[in-house]
């Protein structure tokens, strides 16, 4: 993931020399971007389910007309169940203190405490500021030696806390940009999150380019943008590897296939990166990294992760949301439950006060 390729970059410019660092430094200072102050509301996850009646539903939708054409011919309306890593069912939302909400909004990493970070990639153009085309939230707890990975579907339906309407929630981009997703992802699971990492995905063609391109193992043959990727081993250059990241209509499993062909890419490029043969590429990677990837974490921040926090995470687990596909009035969403919300916050907590 973009967290841990960071990382590893940052490790190796510490063992480079002092100019490196020096260059990491200032990377990190141009990629920094604070998150403003918001109130923490306590979840109300049963309060804020809605009937799926069309007629109970705002009338005044965010999607262009291309946008429902599009979702109507293309999208399957199959649920999609992912089989669960827990079956724990709570029967109440956690209800969490003003002292733990701030411990876990502004952990101290110095002290390894446990923390929540959303992975945001932003598909902006210079026409369009763009949506979240990847919603990642990243759970890491270094007491436990473990972390959990959560997707969060494009097309999952919640109420926006700037305006109370029901919308898919990689619009919140487009509405208020980082701190919106954030407080949107916060409100979605009743979880604290405490950094945001995010990246534009046309960054990801310079910085492929970088290492040389990627290697992934397509599971299954298709076609897209005017390019064809077979089943089976293949490499990919900056271009390519854009194209093979963004497909999802055709793809069965939607936006989790998506996020897997993504999370190929990244851990290739991570592994090239960690090639001593790529040193003399870092000044190169770090200037890209700069101008395409802005987060609320600080050098100091990072150097705490790499040192402290990468060591003692043995296993990822991976989360899925659960949920069903539906369209109402013309646009697919991907519609979560009351309980199944309740079920991630579970798992998220339990991540954070593992002992």
């Known amino acids: 993931m973009l967290l841990y390729s960071l990382g590893t970059l940052l490790l190796l410019t510490l063992a480079a020399g002092g100019y490196f660092w020096f260059s990491v430094q200032r990377t ?7 998150l403003p102050s918001v109130k923490w509301e306590n979840p109300n996850f ?28 293309e999208k399957p309306l199959s649920p999609v169940v992912p089989v669960s890593v827990t079956d724990e069912r709570p029967s109440e939302p956690v209800v969490i203190s003003v002292a733990d909400v701030e411990r876990l909004r502004n952990p101290k990493l110095s002290d390894k405490e446990p923390f929540t970070l959303l992975l945001l990639g932003v598909d902006e153009r210079p026409w ?14 270094p007491r436990s030696g473990k972390a959990v990975a959560l997707s969060i579907p494009r097309d999952t339906r919640v109420r926006m806390p700037n305006s109370g309407k029901y919308d898919k929630i990689n619009h919140a981009y487009a509405f208020g940009g980082t701190p919106l997703s954030v407080e949107a992802v916060e409100r979605l699971f009743g979880v604290p999150v405490a950094y945001y990492m995010k990246t534009n995905m046309e960054g990801l063609v310079n910085i492929v380019d970088t290492v040389g391109g990627v290697e992934v193992d397509n599971p299954r043959a298709f076609d897209y943008e005017g390019r064809s990727f077979p089943q089976g081993v293949q490499h990919l250059d900056g271009e390519a590897a854009l194209a093979y990241s963004r497909m999802r209509k055709t793809d069965p499993q939607g936006d989790f296939g998506r996020t897997q062909r993504q999370r190929q890419i990244v851990t290739d490029a991570i ?59 013309g646009i697919y969403y991907y519609m979560v439950t009351a309980e199944e919300r309740r079920r991630i916050q579970s798992a998220i907590l339990k991540c954070l006060d593992a002992e």
């Open 28 to 34: 990190m200072h141009e990629m920094y971007e604070p």
């Open 46 to 73: 049963e309060g804020e389910e809605e009937s799926l009646s069309p007629t109970s539903l705002s009338q005044k939708e965010s999607s262009s007309e291309n946008e429902r054409r599009e979702e109507k011919e």
């Open 128 to 141: 369009d500021r763009g949506r979240s085309d990847t919603m990642i939230l990243l759970t890491v707890q």
């Open 271 to 329: 592994d090239r990166v960690a090639d001593v043969g790529t040193l003399s590429k870092l000044p190169k990677l770090l200037s890209h990294l700069s101008e395409f990837v802005r987060t609320n974490l600080t050098a100091g921040n990072m150097a705490n992760l790499v040192m402290d926090y990468r060591p003692a995470i043995q296993h990822v687990d991976t989360l899925y949301l659960q949920g069903q596909g539906k369209m109402i009035d």
